[in-house]
């Protein structure tokens, strides 16, 4: 990149040399502004994590007693299974709803498309408490939409306090992580692909199934790991919409440290939710690289270009 | 037979009763109450924290000059997390006998000095009450309560067996569930299923499951903490349950449409407990010393439908006041008394059982 | 250049109820703040200001706010420094373990916050730093981190280099080519990075239950706390502040791309 500035007395050789000499020693530099963040990861999340593994291990000598203790109950596995299913549900139902609202953000030019956004945006933005003190409010049996139901002379019907005040409790606070990595990657999608295959004679809904979902599903597939990695761990909204039955393992985790105050238990269980998430990001990982390599255009990898 | 307290009546006995108390009523030992700084108390919040705060506090920061300062109490296990981080967060908390004789079991609690409590007042309450770690406070009910939209209070249910009956008395339920230190209403279960007032301890575990097992269809939602169910039976969500009848008076008292019955009642009690290690323990034992005398026991009963331990606090209150109170004479025969024992010993069985139970559908 | 799509009216359908499903839950606290009554009750049959007096009254409501006010200050500041040098980091640099620490720096984003709650509790516990104001800045800044770093990259990513490199040919020096020509350019990046900051920890909620204690207490806990022990509309009043807070500067943020838009005639993400 030569660029001839007028009234410089240096020679261009000299120029472009010094400017690629402080190109390499930005780049020799630039490392170095990773380390506070790394220190403040490592000390503040990996050694508390480390601790963690440590507690539920030694108690004090070796023992895998509290992973025996989790893994041995059926009614503790119950938990574990329910929250599975939970989460997966909760992934499905987002996707389905999440994909249709995508693409029509999308399909709206930027600049409608950032107004477009803003239902989603300002949900995400709010306060997960707020949020879910909302539901209690609305689902109740005097709430607003059994209110609505009423006018029809139907219900009133029991929304809180079962599945169903949880569901849709999830769905509402996971809904924009679905919706924003699919928005993104069909923003860099090259819609000339979809026009040529329908000049190529292909019907719209054959250039859609075949041209336009396999590039977003990059998309798809990050959002989906975000809403059920996220799922998985949720604590709050099952808490406060749901009934007994509806514990989660997280549930589980802030009864066994704030009321028993099992903390070895607690951590092994913690453990437990992690292992999950570390093997729910990593096939998704494989998946995303799988579909990546048979790609040419508009992939976006789940943890970017770097 | 004073079962549906009109709002009416309510209002009358808390003038009656603060009436009662404006006649200028001498505090034993004043001068030694007398304090600097602060002294920090867990409370339960809402209508019981505003009646500690009306009733005990603020006429002790009056007198003694030490202020009081205010946390959210949820329950021992915040004590225990204190005890065991070395961070000694509060000085005193009002809690059931049952946290109480957890708590001492390892070792969370100071000696009560009763050497600072005035004589006078420890005649008062009642024999064999008092502990070495523990000073009684207050006594209060869990009973049955209905929502008088759904159920008139000319035809409601007397008994735990008529709550069980949901064609008579259609509508959701609510129950109470574990949660720190409540337990589960296998009383109420067992009472349900017929077992004799009288017979209830030790309780039958298995019996009173099966119980459950049979209204548990009807239960809106199982109550962890003692807003939940007088909440539900405000905005109507459950027509009748379990619930503190003292904050169901309270409710009254603002114009809720709900209402209690003393029948098959459950008596707590709770006592004022200072922590291992609180920075304020003179403070401390200064206000527990003002808690026990008349005044603020009169004054705490006025404010809320919750008993006086020292029987001298009678002195004070109206005719009208003592007979709503839990521990009138004739309310006080129809309910029976908690086992803080049975549950401290049996608690851990119960909470695997209730884990299992409540996880199966 | 843009194609002219068609997308099918269902498509439509759904994505309308789907972003009104989104947004109206939230305004519905507000209409329950003005409520007489001391139960929930919607729709409030009669109006009144009481809950806003006893939220900024007694019991603690207006504390909570200006504690969690001012941890959320310090920690978007911190995060964003962190977050910001790590970004140059990362994409200004080359190093055969550059993925796996981007990684690395993402999982607080990517752990559920349950584990991070109680793996910093067993952490903090025994230093005392529970109940602290500074225990809740270093886990906040931790969960916030990752924010700032991935919108700070992709700004960053976006920002073309050669308009440094002419600063630097020039003669400026590389500090004051970051400074007067980088960093201009990728502020409205950065400011985005430090508000996704500071709502991260305004609004946070799962490890304030395990970090607060007597005098630490959060709006989000008291909140949570409030929920559980006394179910009145005064929540619905601390809830409408922060909805309101929220929108203040969510448009903010608006106004400031807008502004960045106009200066630099570059369109930005």
Redesign the interface.
Known sequence: ?N?Q?AG?DAPQAQ??A??AQ??R????N?????V???A??GL??????T??LQ?SLFDPGFTLKHYMEFLGSTTYLRVMLNTVLLALNVTLICLL??Y??A???N?T??RTRRL?L??????Y???????T??????L?A???VN?FFSLFGLGPYQLINNSLGVYIGMV?VL??LMILPICNTMQSID??L??AAEGLGAT?GQAFVRVFAPLSLPGVVAGSC?VF??A?????TPA?LGALENMTV?ML??NQ??VALN?AF??AI?MV??LA?MAT?AIATLVLKGVGRTMAFGGVRL??S? | MGTGITRRDALKTIVAGAGALAAPAIVRGQASIKGTGEV?VAS???SFEDAQNKGVFEPFEKESGIKV?I??Y?GPSQVV?QE????I??DCILMSKAAMLSLNKQGYLEKIDYDRIDKKDLGGLPQGMAHPYGVPNILFSRGICYNTKAIPVADHPKTWAEVWDTKKFPGQRSLGAFSGSLTPDLEFALLADGVPIDKLYPLDIDRAFKSLDGIRPSVAKFW?????SP?ML??GQISCGSAYINRIGD?IA?G?PVAYEWNQGEIQNNYWCILKGAKNYDNAMKLMAFATSPVAQAGFSTYTLMGPANSHAFELLSKDRAAMLPSAPENLKKQFIYDDEWWAANRDAVQKRWDQWAISK | M??P???PL???I???L??????F??F??VP?SFSAA??????PRTLSLRWYDAYFGAHGWIEATVLSFEIAAVVAVLAT???T??A????????PM??A????????L???????A??????F??L?L??SFWGFV??H??LA?PLV??VV??SLRGFDM?LE??A????AA?WMALRRVTLRIIAPGIATGAL?AF?AS??E??VA??LA??DA?TL?KK???G??????PV??AA?TV??AL??A??VALEVMRRRAENITGI?LH
């Open positions: 990149m660029t500035i410089t120029r472009s010094l400017a402080a190109r020693q930005g780049i020799q630039s490392r170095w502004l990773l506070p963040a790394i403040a990861v503040l999340f990996v050694l508390p994590l601790r963690m507690l709803l999440g249709p609202a693409y029509a953000i399909s030019s930027p477009f803003i239902p989603v945006m300002l949900p933005l709010t306060s997960l408490m707020v949020r003190y909302a539901w209690m409010v609305l109740g005097h709430g607003l209110g509402h809904l924009p819609l000339r979809v026009q719209r975000l990695i996220i998985l761990g949720f604590f709050v406060l997280s985790i802030e440290v704030g903390w607690a951590a913690g939710l992690l998430t990001l943890i970017g770097v | 920090r339960l919040g809402g300062k946390i959210a949820t997390a065991r981080t070395g961070n967060e509060w962890t903490t003692g807003a939940m909440q405000t905005d409710l603002s809720a | 843009k194609i799509r068609q997308t269902l498509v439509w759904i994505a309308g789907v972003l009104f499903f989104l947004v839950p939230i519905v606290v329950i001391n139960y929930l009750q919607f729709p420094i962190l977050g040098a790590a140059f980091g990362i994409v200004r640099s080359d190093f550059k993925k620490v981007y990684g690395a720096l993402l999982s607080p990517i752990v559920p916050s349950i584990i991070t109680i793996a910093l509790y067993f952490l516990a025994p005392h529970v109940g270093l886990a800044t931790i981190l770093l991935v990259t992709a050669t490199r002419a630097l040919s020039l003669g590389p996704l709502l305004f609004d909620v799962v239950i395990f204690g007597t207490v989000p909140i949570w706390d929920v559980w022990l006394e179910i009145t929540i619905a809830s922060v909805i929220t929108i500067l969510f369109a």
